[in-house]
T-cell receptor, first 111, second 118 residues
Framework: EDQVTQSPEALRLQEGESSSLNCSYT??????LFWYRQDPGKGPEFLFT???AGEEKEKERLKATLTKKESFLHITAPKPEDSATYLC????????????FGTGTSLTVIP | GAVVSQHPSWVICKSGTSVKIECRSL??????MFWYRQFPKQSLMLMAT?????????EQGVEKDKFLINHASLTLSTLTVTSAHPEDSSFYIC??????????????FGDGTRLSIL
């Protein structure tokens, strides 16, 4: 059973066109939900950690929110340099140190 | 910061060769390091969890004798792919967790190693 599901699989936006990426999770005892950005041929770059429902984190054009069932990564007025794959991962009380990753959303921002 | 360095970034070798990949935490000590494998356009697949001073914990389906992991210090873990074959070609990524992390801290990733076996 998938524990982390990301949608959409791929997203193409015009520069300046705001949108949101979704990460749904089915685990209980959430210890943290993590957002990463991955560029082609590189390792994931840490963006945010969210711990409890209602929490929000912001960084430049990105804003991450968390509910009891899902997290959204909102991208406001994206630029071409925001193009990347965005991964979310969860850690819960039954997994110890292990992260469960979603399959990611590939974002392309067109100039 | 939390910088993880992985070396080499790219390696091409003949079938039957053993390849060692290093993962170093540069500005922090890491009690636990993780090794992942990533196939094209897919997410990260955890291979093993490496704990300093003890044996690694391998995920189901990962051959321990094929993928040797050593975590001899708080800043270095190595993955050795023994007698590599073309099917071992992949992108291998390591991550590290800061010492003392309470289990709800992020993992910090290296930039990966592209392994191509001819």
């Amino acid at each position: 059973e998938d524990q982390v599901t990301q949608s959409p699989e791929a997203l193409r936006l015009q520069e300046g066109e705001s949108s949101s990426l979704n990460c749904s999770y089915t685990v209980s005892g959430l210890r943290g939900l993590f957002w990463y950005r991955q560029d082609p041929g590189k390792g994931p770059e840490f963006l945010f950690t969210l711990y409890s429902a209602g929490e929000e984190k912001e960084k430049e054009r990105l804003k991450a929110t968390l509910t009891k069932k899902e997290s959204f990564l909102h991208i406001t007025a994206p630029k071409p340099e925001d193009s990347a794959t965005y991964l979310c991962a969860v850690r819960h009380s039954n997994t110890g140190n292990q992260f469960y990753f979603g399959t990611g959303t590939s974002l392309t921002v067109i100039p | 910061g939390a910088v993880v360095s992985q070396h080499p970034s790219w390696v091409i070798c003949k079938s039957g060769t053993s390849v060692k990949i290093e993962c170093r935490s540069l500005d922090f000590q890491a009690t636990t390091m993780f090794w992942y494998r990533q196939f094209p356009k897919q997410s990260l697949m955890l291979m093993a969890t490496s704990n300093e001073g003890s044996k690694a914990t391998y995920e189901q389906g990962v051959e321990k004798d094929k993928f040797l992991i050593n975590h001899a210090s708080l800043t270095l873990s190595t993955l050795t792919v023994t007698s590599a074959h073309p099917e071992d070609s992949s992108f291998y990524i390591c991550s590290a967790e800061k010492q003392g992390a309470k289990g709800n801290q992020p993992q910090h990733f290296g930039d990966g190693t592209r392994l191509s076996i001819l």
